[in-house]
Nanobody, 126 residues
Framework: VQLQASGGGLVQTGGSLRLSCEAS????????TGWFRQAPGKEREFVAI????????YYRDSVRGRFTISRDNAKNTVYLQMNSLKPEDTAVYYC????????????????????WGRGTQVTVSS
């Protein structure tokens, strides 16, 4: 599976962006997909995840209610709609996918994801 992320940019506080991640592969709909981010000097952290199959979603506490992960299986694309952006959301955002069955205690760990796209920079100005 190859992933191609896009949609980052510079936005003011309170603004919105939508990230897209287009994937190759015929069975992508079965994959668990997620968005992670990494700010300078910080570890990569999960932002939002959508399980393959049942579509259950998980969000980082700091983005819950502001970000929405969704997927269009017909287009093999995962989206991250980001609203009410804050300066602390500034980071490089990565999409990731895995075909492994993940348990609740590990699904948020970047090390569980086998496939990664190149990052896209999101900068929120104050």
């Amino acid at each position: 599976v190859q992933l191609q992320a896009s949609g980052g940019g510079l936005v003011q506080t309170g603004g919105s962006l939508r990230l897209s991640c287009e994937a190759s592969g015929p069975t992508f709909s079965r994959y668990t997909t997620g968005w992670f981010r990494q700010a300078p000097g910080k570890e990569r952290e999960f932002v939002a995840i959508r399980r393959g199959g049942n579509g259950v979603t998980y969000y980082r506490d700091s983005v819950r209610g502001r970000f929405t992960i969704s997927r269009d299986n017909a287009k093999n694309t995962v989206y991250l709609q980001m609203n009410s952006l804050k300066p602390e959301d500034t980071a490089v955002y990565y999409c990731a996918a895995t075909n492994r069955g993940l348990i609740l205690s590990t699904i948020r760990s970047p090390s569980e994801y086998r496939f990664w796209g190149r990052g896209t920079q999101v900068t929120v100005s104050s």
